[in-house]
């Protein structure tokens, strides 16, 4: 059974900004995009049990 | 073997052997208090702190599914469901390791991290992630699909423009299992290991707002003049 909608086993696709050298793979560019989520998200979530007690 | 005993802390004694003064300076440096603590600041409450342990987490993962499928084998692990589950969590507890790293370098570089005598910590920190790359690369170069191919024969370039591809041959596929599966996850597992030894023995960083009373522990107010930056 296929779980996935996004067929892992062909090359990326890749983007670039214009004719700039900015050129990322969509898979790289959806990881980064998953860090930075990641970090956001562990700054301004707060963490279970408070700050009373660690 | 008296003398080596009579001292309850480990420290109060005067060694007559090497190894009598290294546990001396082990106690010194890193005490049973400070290697396993019972309380942490207050501002280790936060998720930001999670990362780095997630990270030796992942890492934890990815070593023991690696001896799996290093002692399965590679007809096992490609064609046999077991070893394709092992082979995938290889694969993807690495993605985490890096994802889960590059989190925790973002955290602590905005944290400045290396203050108060934290250095070296960050220092490990930084080679951990050099060796984490070498390591990531050969298990790149030695899974037999044109990928494999493609960055191997990329990488060989920049090899030999660099001056050691005659020793160091990424289209060695022998070569390259052999770094991957021996000498650079050893190098990284020492590295690492350093790396949270010092975290032990200097404490977690505080964060750059931090007021004295939350940089202080419950039962470690002996480590109130590493706090401070």
């Known amino acids: 059974m296929n779980l996935l909608a996004i067929s892992l086993d062909q090359p990326a696709t890749y983007w670039q900004l214009g004719d700039s050298w900015i050129l990322v793979s969509v898979p790289n560019f959806i990881m980064i995009v998953i860090m930075l989520a990641l970090f956001v998200l562990a700054l301004v979530l707060p963490f279970p049990g408070g700050k009373d007690e660690v | ?229």
């Open chain 2, 1 to 229: 073997m008296s003398h080596g005993t009579e001292a309850p802390a480990g420290a109060d004694f005067e060694p007559t052997t090497w190894t009598g003064s290294a546990r001396r300076k082990w106690m010194r440096t890193l005490p049973p208090e400070k290697m396993l603590p019972e309380h942490q600041p207050s501002y280790v409450a936060s998720w930001i702190y999670v990362f780095g342990m997630l990270t030796i987490v992942a890492m934890i993962v990815a070593i023991v599914s690696g001896v799996v499928i290093t002692l399965g084998g590679v007809q096992w692990f490609h064609e046999s469901s077991t070893g394709k589950f092992f082979n995938s969590t290889h694969y993807w507890s690495v993605q985490l390791f890096f994802l889960f790293m590059v989190v925790h370098l973002w955290g602590k570089y905005w944290m400045a991290a290396w203050r108060g005598k934290r250095a070296l910590t960050w220092a490990t920190g930084v080679l951990a992630f050099l060796t984490a790359v070498g390591v990531g690369f050969t298990g790149y170069v030695i899974t037999t699909n044109f990928n494999a191919q493609w960055i191997a024969f990329e990488a060989k370039d920049v090899m030999n423009a660099v001056g050691v591809g005659a020793v160091f041959n990424v289209t060695n596929l022998g070569q390259m299992v052999t770094f991957h599966v021996a000498p650079l996850p050893l190098v990284l597992v020492v590295i690492v290991a350093a790396h949270v030894l010092l975290v032990r023995k200097h404490g977690v960083v505080p964060p750059i707002d931090a007021i004295d009373h939350d940089a202080v522990a419950p039962a470690a107010e002996t480590e109130t003049s590493e706090v401070a930056s």
